[in-house]
Structures are given as structure tokens and as C-alpha cells.
């Protein structure tokens, strides 16, 4: 599976973004979730939202939940993130990952990754 995250770039803060992420290779419609990860410069790769093939979602509540929505269209082999009221603690780069994720929360749940999209926020 191949994964190609975009949607990034500069917006100020309280704006909004919409990445997606495009697989090839295999179709999101078989079995794998998909997950959106961030790293800002310094600190660990977190977990920002996943979906599941049944359309299931979870969220990291702390960080984006009533902001972030993901969603899937099966049939463009595409996920999205939809982000609104953006604040400058968003900043970082976003990764798509997409596997037969267990729990959707950690970076080993996923076993493909794309290359991720640099979205910054300024205050």
C-alpha cells in the first residue's frame, strides 16, 4: 500500500485545513484502518484520529476532539481530516498510516505510512 498524504500548509490560527490521504496498491475498502499522526519539531509522533472499515472513529479527545473530523470515501480510496479552529499548538507535520490497527492509537498499530504534510498554524 502506498499512501499519499496532502492538504497541508500555513493558516492562522482559527482557520481551517483539510488533509487527505490517497492510497495505491491496495484499496481502504479490505480490512485496514487508518490512522492520522502529527510530530511537531522535538517531540514524539502522536496520535491524532483513526477510522476503522466499518466508519467507526476515535480521537485523541485531549488534543483535537470537537475540532477534527475524519472521515473515509471507500470508494476513492481516501481519508480525510477536516480541521477547524486550528490553534499554533497544531503545528506539525501530519502522517496517513494505514494497517490492521488493534487498538488505531499507536504507531505499531499501522504497518504503512506516507510522507507526511507540514501544516503551521501562526498565532
Known amino acids: 500500500v502506498q499512501l499519499q498524504a496532502s492538504g497541508g500548509g500555513l493558516v492562522q490560527a482559527g482557520g481551517s485545513l483539510r488533509l487527505s490521504c490517497t492510497a495505491s496498491g491496495r484499496t481502504f475498502s479490505a480490512d485496514y484502518a487508518v490512522g492520522w499522526f502529527r510530530q511537531a519539531p522535538g517531540k514524539e509522533r502522536e496520535f491524532v484520529a483513526g477510522?476503522?472499515?466499518?466508519?467507526?472513529?476515535?480521537y485523541n479527545t485531549d488534543s483535537v476532539k470537537g475540532r477534527f473530523t475524519i472521515s473515509r470515501d471507500n470508494a476513492k480510496n481516501t481519508v480525510y481530516l477536516q480541521m477547524r479552529s486550528l490553534k499554533p499548538e497544531d503545528t506539525g507535520v501530519y502522517y496517513c498510516?494505514?494497517?490492521?490497527?488493534?487498538?488505531?492509537?499507536?504507531?505499531?498499530?499501522?504497518?504503512?505510512w506516507g510522507q507526511g504534510t507540514q501544516v503551521t498554524v501562526s498565532s
Open positions: 498510516a494505514a494497517g490492521l490497527a488493534d487498538t488505531m492509537m499507536y504507531t505499531s498499530d499501522y504497518s504503512y
Open positions: 477510522i476503522r472499515v466499518s466508519g467507526a472513529t476515535m
